[in-house]
C-alpha cells in the first residue's frame, strides 16, 4: 500500500469522525468486511451513475482500496483510533479541573 493510499484511507477516517457517527460506521464496517470483495464490484457497476453526482476519481479509488478487507480493516483500526484519542482528550480535560 503506497502512502497516498493510507493518506486517503486516514482522510475517510476523518471524515466519518467529525461526523460523529463513529461506532455506527465501524459496526457496518465490520459487518461488510467479508464482503468487501462484492461491494467493490457494486461500487464500480454504479459508478457512471454516481459519477454524475460526486467526483469520480475518489470514488473510483476507494472501490479499488476497499476490495482488500485488509484496508477495511485499517480504516476500522483508524476511526477505533481516533475515539480513543477523543476520549483521553475529554479525561485530561476533566483531570485538570
Do not use: C, W
Request: aromatic residues 12%; proline residues 4%; without cysteine.
Amino acid at each position: 500500500m503506497s502512502d497516498e493510499d493510507k493518506a486517503f484511507i486516514e482522510r475517510i477516517a476523518k471524515r466519518i469522525y467529525d461526523t460523529g457517527f463513529i461506532m455506527p460506521a465501524v459496526f457496518a464496517l465490520e459487518m461488510v468486511k467479508p464482503l468487501a470483495l462484492l461491494g467493490s464490484h457494486t461500487m464500480i457497476f454504479f459508478g457512471p451513475i454516481v459519477s454524475a453526482f460526486i467526483k469520480a476519481d475518489g470514488y473510483y479509488r476507494a472501490a479499488e482500496l476497499f476490495e482488500d478487507p485488509r484496508n477495511v480493516e485499517l480504516l476500522i483500526a483508524r476511526l477505533e483510533q481516533f475515539e480513543e484519542e477523543s476520549k483521553n482528550k475529554q479525561t485530561e480535560k476533566h483531570s485538570e479541573r
